[in-house]
């Protein structure tokens, strides 16, 4: 919980569904939170960043965003993502774009001063730029890979990206890491233990069970209508393409083009690490 508003990081999902989600669920706490006499107030999301190397996805985000917004805007007093913040986890550094924001920010000042006729030295406009502030967190509340981390490689090639990435939590804030249960899953997630192990977070106890996917009826039936819609529209759209893709569909997820199969949704891992320490200044 913050006075200032929540920031989130969700790092290579695509369409950021984690971002909606969480903005969601500070929305409806919110809401529920109003409804108790003497609840403490909560702020909303309010910084909505993502890292994702799919270009398309900035289009996608606003489109979703501005429908959003305008099928019920009393209700969303969350920020929502209107573009990919970030073009690649590679060699990405949240210390290092908080310091580049800062230093434009003073720029911005020093130049602003110089219009005005007056004198203004670098240090005083760097100043000036942190007590106004950047929206660019030097940390994140929390920090979600929505099934991002997807073969064994992948966390030794980004172990300083991770290392950095859960170095990077406010005091209290949550690591995220969310995945399937099968294949080579148990071995990513075990060199992701080590990766995290030296960072100083805690593990939260009580997730090493597999966690059933839109467990109840009402999400199965709202979340199996759209992949169905959805389905039914791309191969309307493009027969030819669809066509490439149909006979996996029909092998590995049957229910999705036959409405006569039951749709069967996955099982999936939640590993959440924390950190309970105190804050630390940065230079």
Known sequence: MRRNGVSVLEVGAGPAPALFAIS????????????????????????????????????????????????????????????????????????????????????MIENEFERAGEDISSEWARKFAMEEGVNVPSRYD?????????????????????????????????????????GSYPRIYGRLHEIVASTRLRLVDGLDDPIQAHEDTWTQNIVGAHLRAS???????????????????KKYAPGVVDPFVKLRFPEFRALVWKNEWESRRRG
């Open 24 to 107: 969601d669920f500070y929305d409806d706490l919110r809401a529920w939170l109003t409804s108790i006499e003497g609840a403490p107030a909560i702020s909303p999301v309010a910084v909505p960043h993502s890292i994702d190397r799919g270009a398309a996805w900035s289009s996608l985000l606003h489109e979703v965003s501005e429908m959003l917004m305008m099928r019920d805007p009393t209700h969303s007093v969350s920020a929502v993502p209107f573009r990919i913040t970030y073009n690649d986890l590679a060699g990405f550094s949240v210390a290092s774009q908080y310091q580049d924001a800062i230093r434009e920010k003073a720029w």
């Open 142 to 182: 929390i920090i979600v890979l929505c099934n991002f981390l997807t073969n064994t490689s992948m966390p030794t090639n980004f172990e300083a990206e991770l290392k950095d990435l859960a170095q990077s939590l406010t005091p209290g804030g949550l690591l995220i890491v969310l995945g399937a249960t099968r």
């Open 231 to 249: 389905v039914a529209f791309a191969s309307a759209a493009e027969p030819e393409q669809f066509a490439h893709v149909a006979g996996k569909l």
